[in-house]
């Protein structure tokens, strides 16, 4: 068991909820043959989105409930409540506890037990949840406002802009059968701002973002004021940027770059339901995946540098977020787990399920995914490249079981005997994640969580970041190569 | 809770809006109750139910708009106050306004009793039956996950200018993704599903749907390094709408066009496409799966023709973005109880051509797309990604390929269709899309 740190008004809210939990559980007498587990989730969202100085969305949401799964005969049952009485709770508990009767005979493989791992006690509340709340609905209007016309205006050359600041503010309770029993809140607070550059029916567009985990000044740590006039100024840029050559080169890819690839390449093929549906990293515990030089990790905390936006201290099945090795100076150590993952490998959670609202059924999920810096700066990585590119602005990404990617680069930079270039448009990048990842030969000194504004998809969203630091490796870009042919 | 208690909710919250200070307002509200099996690495993972009313309040206070939504009807009166007070912090908007109500068609839901009578035990069975029709299809398809789901919908909008309306439904629907794999060898990902509204179809068509998720999934493995050249590109129907039709649908929204971010802006009336290219939005769906004959805005969903023997006819519109240019709702609002409405599609067909549904075998040299994973960019219609689960065509000779990349224009794409087949493909269950021959393509071997 991990217990809480923190007395405050929070903890004073969340016991009366896990109170609440409590009482339901003790009502519906699970026995010592099932797992009972009660996780309530009310879940708060702010949006406000202008574009081209019009306010198009001014909104709130709220979602709440709990949610009930029951273990018992090998067999999962789940059931939602929206009501938040006691009657409907046990009604719930009731059908939870039926369905998973009913489809027991069913299964071939039954649950044989849950990994306990480090189940959390107490409340575990965030920082910057009173913060967001004590702001105006006004000064978030003014925010984007104010953001989107300093983008605009930043340039005659800006054709349109956007602005969005979206907030989520998340309670949680959860309470089971073997004695997680654990509160907490938190907030996560985004920042986007995108301008699109025109000339002469030419257009490029540039967004800069900011999502994290924690409050207002967290989220301002870089000004808004300077997103949007790096926004205007790098679309504006790139209207002047020639396309960038294709073909196998060498590449320094920047943080951002890094976290999409780490990530989407990576990530998800060592979530250990997916290793068990086949994915490419299944049975390669032990081998050399990597380069040396590459330590990746999967992290409930925002190591290194505060505000990650996948941070979370405990995950929806009350086990403890830590952080967790994936592959170790190149050597692939483990994957990442839910407590009935742990328990078919043999190993203890690693608190990675994650369900987005109360009526979800938690999934293995990412958090905060990154490459560990290493000893060299970016400076010196640069000038120890005779030719190359350096490549920044991740854009959108995908992968494939077999660790196969396709992602794109809003900026390029030509890398010419150890010195940077001329900036070039972006490209796309593909290859094979661990064949990127066995390439690497300099790791920059220096992480960046820059994955916090979006969102991962998995049948469910999830807020994650990912990040590092610079990796100099080889990647496959496709385009026309220098000499005219195709990559 | 009834159809006509989720009339009432709707009604009720109208009511606080206005007594919170809003001059206009809406409330859109929905009920769901669903039961479903899902599936994990092949094996059943367990039973879920669930069921909840969400309802969403538009509000119109001195011009300005603002908007809440909760899952609480117990906290109506305070989510009425939340939306009043987001308009009250908003700045005046000139397209502030809620539509007036228009003629609904003959509202008489089919509900199936047979759907909203499958319990547990029927979806598990459902489900295992996929399981085994896939497994007996080849060992060598793994399936990630795989869900059975069984809803009953109701929804109900009540607006203070007169619009209410009402819905119910019930649906059975189905989804699989996994990959094959076969010894050491991973192939790529496939997906694929499908619903009806009527269970006596539901085994044909889930029938038809893991058939042709487990042939895509074994098709990719054994994958070779492709080719490079500028040639064919072969789109199969449930390929058409990823490849070709996304950013024209975006660039058809009429809120990109005011938002000045589609580059169809100007182009009404002018060939954007291949003569052959007929784009409909099918406004009340498609003949075997009908949908709601109203919108997110309680107005009726109109069939609209986007694109007409490859000339541009229209944009789609809510009432907003109709406002905006002084004309009236094509009928689609999108959007559920948690989100402000905003224009889309809902149901889509393309006309069928003359070309044989065989013909990529006759192409000289060629491509087919079975999945597309890359980069677009709507403004300039710049697209560069890698063919998924993809396979070249040499001469009638078909092999699968890995880690080749497509890239080029969009809107250049769209003047050399060369082909659109002879039959209509059910995909997803609101779409109805024949396959599409592309020529010239930039075609790259990593």
């Known amino acids: 068991m991990t217990t809480s740190p923190l007395p405050t008004a929070a903890a004073r809210d969340g016991e009366a909820r896990r109170a609440f939990l409590r009482d339901a559980l003790h009502r519906a007498g699970a026995d010592a043959n099932e797992l009972v587990e009660l996780r309530y989730h009310k879940k708060s969202f702010h949006t406000a989105i202008v ?92 925010l984007v406002m104010e953001l989107e016309a300093q983008a605009r205006g930043a340039s005659s050359r800006i054709r349109t802009a956007s602005s969005v600041y979206d907030e989520i503010i998340e309670e949680k309770a959860i309470v089971t059968s ?90 998800h093929t060592v979530e250990a339901d997916f290793v068990l549906s086949g994915s490419v990293a299944q049975g390669k515990i032990g081998h050399k995946v990597a380069s040396e030089l590459v330590t990746l990790c999967d992290s409930g905390r925002s190591e290194y540098f505060g505000g990650a936006g996948g941070t979370l201290p405990v995950d929806d099945e009350g086990v403890v977020a830590d952080r967790t090795v994936v592959i170790e100076q190149g050597i692939l150590k483990g994957y990442l787990h839910n407590r009935e993952t742990a328990a078919r490998f043999g190993v203890a959670p690693t608190g990675n399920a994650r369900a987005w609202e109360y009526a979800d059924t938690p999934l293995v999920r990412m958090r905060n995914t990154y490459i560990e810096p290493g000893q060299t700066s970016l400076e010196a990585l640069i000038e120890s490249t005779e030719e190359g590119l350096f490549l920044d602005g991740a854009r959108n990404g995908q992968a494939d079981a077999t660790g196969e990617f396709t992602f794109g680069s ?53 807020k994650v970041d990912a990040g590092g630091p610079h990796l100099r490796c080889k990647a496959l870009l496709s385009g026309k190569t220098e000499d005219g042919g195709v990559a | 809770m009834n159809p006509q208690s989720l009339r009432d909710l709707c009604a009720q919250g109208v009511a606080l809006a206005k007594r919170a200070g809003a001059q206009q307002a809406e409330v859109y509200a929905q009920r769901t109750d669903q039961l479903e099996a899902s599936f994990l690495a092949g094996d059943l993972d367990q039973v879920c139910s669930s069921a909840e009313t969400l309802f969403g309040l538009r509000v119109i206070v001195d011009g300005r708009i603002g908007f809440a939504t909760s899952n609480q009807p117990d906290h ?46 029927a979806l598990v069975a459902r489900g295992l039956d996929l399981l085994g029709r896939i497994e007996a299809r080849d060992r060598r398809v793994k399936i990630d996950r795989a869900v059975v789901n069984r809803s009953e919908g109701q929804i109900a909008v009540v607006s203070s200018t007169g619009v209410d309306a009402a819905w119910h439904s019930a649906q059975l629907s189905g989804d699989v993704f996994g990959m094959a794999v076969d010894g050491a060898e991973v192939g790529s990902f496939s997906y694929d599903a499908d619903a009806t509204q009527r269970l006596v179809e539901a085994d044909a068509l889930f029938a038809q749907m893991v058939t042709a998720f487990a042939d895509r999934c074994v098709g990719a493995l054994g994958a070779t390094r492709g080719e490079s050249f500028c040639g064919t590109l072969w789109i199969p129907p449930h390929a058409v709408e990823e490849v070709l039709l996304d950013m024209l649908l975006t660039g058809a929204n009429a809120g990109t066009v005011r938002r000045g971010t589609s580059p169809l802006a100007d182009k009404l009336g002018r060939a954007i496409a291949s003569a052959g290219l007929t784009l409909t939005e099918a406004g009340p769906g498609l003949p075997w799966y009908p949908l709601c004959p109203f919108d997110r805005e309680g107005i009726p969903r109109q069939r609209t023709a986007i694109v007409e023997n490859g000339v541009l006819r229209s944009f789609l519109y809510d009432a907003l973005e109709a406002r905006a240019v002084g004309r009236a709702s094509t009928g689609h609002a999108v959007g559920g109880a948690t989100s402000l409405p905003g224009v889309g599609v809902t149901s889509l067909c393309v006309d069928t051509g003359d070309m044989a549904d065989e013909a990529w075998a006759q192409m000289k040299r060629g491509v087919v797309v079975t999945r597309f994973s890359g980069t677009t960019d709507p403004a300039s219609g710049d697209f560069s990604g890698v063919v998924k689960g993809g396979f070249l065509i040499r001469d009638g000779d078909k092999r699968p390929i890995h880690e080749t990349t497509i890239s080029g224009n969009l809107w250049t794409l769209l003047h050399q269709i060369s082909g659109i087949g002879q039959t209509a493909h059910r995909v997803s269950a609101v779409r109805a899309l024949p396959a599409i021959r592309v020529e010239d393509v930039d075609i790259t071997a990593g």
């Open chain 1, 410 to 462: 809003r900026f390029a930079r030509r890398i010419h005997k150890g010195k940077l270039g001329e900036l070039l448009r972006g490209v796309t990048v593909t290859g094979n994640a661990f064949e990127v990842l066995s390439s690497v030969d300099g790791v920059s000194d220096t992480l960046r969580w820059d994955l916090g504004s979006g969102h991962c998809g998995k049948g469910q969203p999830a």
């Open chain 2, 76 to 121: 109506l009166a305070a989510t009425a106050e939340a939306a009043v007070a987001w308009a009250r912090s908003s700045p005046p908007d000139p397209l502030a306004g809620l539509p007036d109500p228009l003629p609904l068609p003959d509202l008489r839901p089919q509900v199936d009793p047979e759907i909203l009578a499958l319990g547990p035990d």
């Open chain 1, 178 to 267: 073997d004695g997680a029993d654990v509160s907490w809140v938190l907030g996560r607070p985004g920042l986007r701002v995108k301008a699109v550059a025109e000339r002469d029916g030419d257009l490029s567009d540039v967004t800069e973002s900011i999502g994290v985990t924690g409050g207002w000044d967290c989220l301002f740590r870089t000004a808004p004021g300077e997103m949007a006039e790096s926004a205007a100024r790098r679309a504006v840029e790139l209207l002047d940027a020639k396309a960038a050559p294709g073909g196998r080169q060498t590449v320094i890819l920047s943080p951002s770059i890094v976290g999409l690839l780490v990530h989407e390449a990576i990530g």
């Open chain 1, 51 to 142: 574009q081209r100085g019009r306010l198009e969305r001014s909104a709130s949401q709220s979602r709440e409930g709990v949610a009930v799964r029951v273990l018992v005969d090998g067999s999962w049952g789940f059931a939602t409540t929206s009501s938040a009485d006691p009657a409907s709770l046990a009604a719930a508990i009731d059908l939870a506890r039926r369905s998973a009767r009913a489809s027991a005979p069913h299964r071939k493989s039954r649950v044989p037990h849950l990994a306990a791992g480090s189940l959390a006690v107490g409340d575990f509340s965030q920082a910057g949840v009173d913060e967001l709340r004590s702001r105006s609905l006004d000064a978030r209007v003014a």
